[in-house]
Structure formats: C-alpha cells, structure tokens
C-alpha cells in the first residue's frame, strides 16, 4: 500500500505537475505506477489519450474519476491492487471526494507557492489531512512542496513562509520545483522529461534548459519517494 494523494483546495499551484513528475521517476526507478485522475479537467488522461494517439508508448495507466463520486475508494482499491505506486491527483477543493482519497492514502502532498495566501489556502489542505486521519484512526503522513519558485535563491516570501510552516510542526521537503520552461510541454506535448531531452539532442540542439528541468524533478521526485517508502513501512 504506498498511495500518495497530491491535494490542495486552491487550483493552479502545481498539484498535477508534481504528481506528473513524480510518477515518470518512479517509472524511471523501476516501480510498477498508476494514476488516479480525479479532477474534472482530466489532465492526465489526456496526457495518456495524445501518447495513444501519436502511437508513443504509456508508461503508467490513469484511472478516470468515476461518475459516481461512491465509487472513488473501488477506483484507489483496484489500482492499488495491480501497482506499487499509486499517485492520486486532486481537483481544487475539499468536498467529499478529497476526504474520499485521503483516507486511502499513506502519505499526502500538499504543493504551494511561496506566497503568505498560498500558505493560507496549505493550512487548509492540512486541516482536511487531520481530520481525516482521525475518522478513519490512522496516520496520514502529510508533507509540504513549494512549487513554481524562483530556480536560483530562494525569495524571501518564501523563505518566510516555509519558517512558519516548520515552526508550526509542518513537515516541508527540502527540495523544491523550480519555475522551468520544460515543465509547461509535459501536458502541451503528452511528453515525458527524458523524452524532450532525447528529442532534443536529436535536433543538435542544446538540451541544458531540459536537462536542468529533469535535474530539479529528479531531487524533488527522489526525497517524495523516501518519505512515501518510510510512511509504506
């Protein structure tokens, strides 16, 4: 049982980002994975619809969100059955279908920006965490991850924001995902990091602005995984 649930009740901070990323290096790692879509605009089944498409390879199989939103734990229950990994990806808010993942998960992830509103809208996805830990009277292991920051030092925003987390007990991952260009094509052109790097290369063109991209993924995806693999213990 090693499911991980990207949550946040705020849209647009990089949830399906980061569990796209994630899942490519869990892939990449050799870890069987699957993925869970449970928000409306379906970003990632259309990522593996346009890989289908184009006749490309899929790597990991997305499980849609069910009409019945009842249905949500069979969804999580079956793909865990089949894979190591399962990666549930959120919609923006914090009905009952949030509650619904949650309480399948070992570990949850909460993305954010580094922006005292943006820290506000994190508590609130921590909130949710909580209680639905005590419903079901088992941990939920919950971790903060700034997203979309700047690549070089860190702002001071953000610097701020991560002593209040940490001051208040809220775990926060060391590593961070940068604001890079190469994380916009993931979902425009259904590819993968490794594959805009081969593709790139092939071109004769330089693929440093890709390879850093993957670099900063990697670091990220690698400290996700080892606090998802302690939580599985």
């Not at 509650?99 to 992830?109: D, K, P, W, Y």
């Not at 921590?126 to 991850?145: A, E, F, H, P």
């Not at 610097?159 to 604001?179: T, Y």
Request: charged residues 30%; aromatic residues 6%; glycine residues 4%.
């Amino acid at each position: 049982m090693a499911i991980v649930t990207f949550v946040n009740p705020k849209g647009g901070v990089g949830k399906t980002t980061s569990a796209m990323l994630f899942a490519e290096y869990c892939c990449n790692s050799d870890l069987s994975v699957a993925m869970v879509d449970l928000d409306p605009n379906e970003n990632l089944v259309h990522f593996n619809t346009k890989r289908q498409d184009e006749g490309r390879n899929i790597y990991f199989p997305v499980y849609k969100r069910p009409h019945d939103l009842d249905d949500v734990i069979e969804v999580i229950e079956q793909a865990d059955k089949d894979y190591e990994v399962v990666i549930v990806d959120l919609e923006g808010s914090r009905d009952k279908i949030a509650t619904l993942a949650l309480s399948q998960s070992i570990m949850a992830v909460i993305p954010l920006n580094g922006s005292a509103m943006e820290a506000r809208q994190a508590a609130a996805a921590m909130k949710l965490v909580r209680s639905t830990s005590k419903i079901i009277g088992r941990d939920i292991k919950q971790w903060c991850l700034f997203t979309r920051v700047n690549s070089g030092i860190a702002w001071s925003d953000e610097l701020d924001v991560r002593k209040e987390l940490e001051s208040s007990g809220l775990p926060v991952f060391a590593e961070r995902i940068e604001m890079r260009s190469p994380y916009t094509r993931v979902f425009r052109d259904a590819l993968l990091l490794r594959e805009m790097v081969e593709e790139v290369a092939a071109q004769g063109v330089s693929v440093s602005k890709y390879s850093k991209a993957l670099d900063n993924a990697d670091r990220v995806s690698r400290e996700i995984l080892g606090r998802l693999l302690e939580a599985a213990r």
